[in-house]
């Protein structure tokens, strides 16, 4: 069976958006109740979507690791440093809600290029 084939542009926005939703959760999480709108089941459909956009940078395969890293190093940021090693950690997919976020938050503060 031939692989179907990778599109750089929807690779680039499943990485983009990711980077971005991680961001948008992790802030949330930090600072619960400061955005009324971001209640219990809007936080659920955030986690779907960032969950998704890493599906496809899964399913980009080595594309998909390249294109977080590309990512990355032109905008070394916490969520582009999330994504990258999201999808190095493990060769099962993680769920969000099975991360030990404070595991993830020092991680990206001791190796974040952005942070320090």
Not at 26 to 48: I, K, Q
């Amino acid at each position: 069976m031939m692989a179907a084939p990778v599109l750089p542009e929807i690779v680039r926005q499943h990485a983009e958006m990711a980077a971005f939703l991680w961001t948008i959760y992790d802030y949330n999480l930090l600072h619960p109740g400061e955005n009324p709108d971001m209640d219990e089941e809007r936080l659920a459909r955030l986690v779907e979507r960032l969950e998704a956009h890493l599906d496809g940078l899964r399913v980009a395969g080595d594309a998909g690791r390249r294109m977080a890293v590309e990512r990355y190093a032109e905008y070394p940021e916490p969520g582009e440093l999330f994504v990258v090693q999201i999808l190095k950690s493990t060769r099962t997919t993680l769920l969000i809600s099975d991360l030990d976020i404070e595991s993830v938050r020092r991680f990206i503060q001791q190796n974040g290029k952005a942070l320090k």
